[in-house]
């Protein structure tokens, strides 16, 4: 009989491990629309190693990375790890079950919230510098498996942060990769200040709401460009500043090049007609010379990002400031 702990419930007996759990696993011949590409299945709970947790999970936040990794595209995630499937999900709240060997700072019962960025611990980029840099930088439930769509993830233990105690679990669970990304690009990319006005484009977004809030916080001037009225009564009670709804100016959007002429199903660009923005950092480097390209030739899947670009040592700056690209640390 299978030991599965029934869905919704928290053993009292913390830290005893079924043998089996339930995730929603997605197998590489299964890639394509998402409802029928994730199926509900009973796999093996995996064992931490020394440095390792494997958390409850209590609430899993969704993110566009699972999407793609149903869909295989823009790049398979199967050409991202050799595990034969793959449980998506970056973010997650929950009670950590069991850890490795060398973990000292969690135990079993600690409330966490998980960021997503898995690294080496052990290069300089690991060690005082910036971890998103760290040559085997991998963002945890895209780039690995093991992510958050099942009963137990298996993680590093440097993803485990303190559960915020006034957030319930499905709050706590909701806003890590959003929120760290758009501090990350304001605070440590542009070095936002008091009084600088930053455009936030789809400033209603994921990214976005957190992006408003955080310039609000440095006492900056949030300029919000969303779509739509009620977007606007939204931004407004977030603190923006001003704001632009962009269906008041229709051309004020993004459209895909089309100067190649290629049709949709004709797969994606060249490489050289792809947006050469960063996609983590902003920092504006090429994404060709992302580190997880699939081919020489082709850049990778959209949160890939120039090694070089997340660096705490990267030059080049977010276009948010008008500053000029030096950075003091
Ligand atoms: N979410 C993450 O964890 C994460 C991490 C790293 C990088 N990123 C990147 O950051 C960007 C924003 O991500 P997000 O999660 O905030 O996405 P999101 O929640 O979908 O928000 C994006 C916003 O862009 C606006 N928009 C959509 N189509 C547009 C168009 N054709 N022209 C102009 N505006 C358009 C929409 O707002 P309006 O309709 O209100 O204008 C939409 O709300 C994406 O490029 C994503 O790949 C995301
Ligand atoms: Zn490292």
């Given at each position: 009989m299978s030991d599965v702990i029934p869905l919704g419930e928290v053993p009292a007996d913390l830290g005893r491990m079924p043998k089996k759990m339930l995730a929603w696993v997605i197998r590489p011949e299964r890639e394509g629309d998402p409802e029928q590409s994730m199926k509900l299945e009973e796999v093996d709970v995996p064992e931490p190693g020394p440095n390792e947790a494997l958390v409850l999970v209590m609430g899993a936040g969704v993110n566009f990375n699972g999407v793609w990794a149903a869909r295989g595209k823009p790049v398979s995630v199967f050409k991202m790890h050799s595990e034969p499937m793959h449980i998506a999900g970056s973010d997650a709240s929950g009670i950590v079950w069991k850890v490795g060997d060398q973990v000292k700072r969690w135990k079993a019962g600690d409330?966490?919230?998980?960021?997503?960025?898995?690294?080496?611990g052990q290069c300089p980029e690991c060690n005082g510098l910036d971890p998103m840099a760290c040559s085997e930088q991998k963002i945890w439930g895209y780039e690995t498996s093991w992510g958050s769509f099942a009963q137990f993830t298996k993680v590093q233990a440097q993803q485990l942060l303190r559960k915020p105690k006034q957030l319930d679990w499905l709050r706590a669970a909701s806003y890590g990769l959003t929120y760290f990304t758009a501090y990350?690009?304001?605070v440590h990319q542009a070095e936002v200040t008091a009084g600088d006005n930053v455009l936030v484009w789809g400033a209603a977004g994921g990214l976005g709401v957190f992006a408003v809030q955080i310039c609000k916080m440095l006492g900056a001037n949030p300029i919000a460009i969303v779509g739509g009225k009620d977007k606007v009564e939204m931004v407004k009670?977030?603190?923006?500043s001003a704001w632009i709804d962009r269906n008041d100016y229709p051309d004020l959007m993004y459209k895909p090049p089309s100067a190649s002429g290629r049709s949709p199903s004709a797969g994606p660009p060249p490489a050289?007609?792809?947006s050469s923005t960063c996609a983590t950092c902003g920092c504006g480097r090429s994404r060709s010379s992302a580190r997880t390209s699939p081919t020489p030739t082709r850049p990778s899947a959209p949160t890939s990002s120039c090694t070089r670009?997340?660096?705490s040592r990267c030059s080049t700056r977010s276009s948010l400031s008008s500053r000029p690209p030096t950075r003091t640390r």
């Open positions: 409330e966490v919230v998980i960021h997503c960025n898995q690294s080496c990350r690009m304001l009670s977030l603190g923006a050289s007609t792809w670009g997340r660096s």
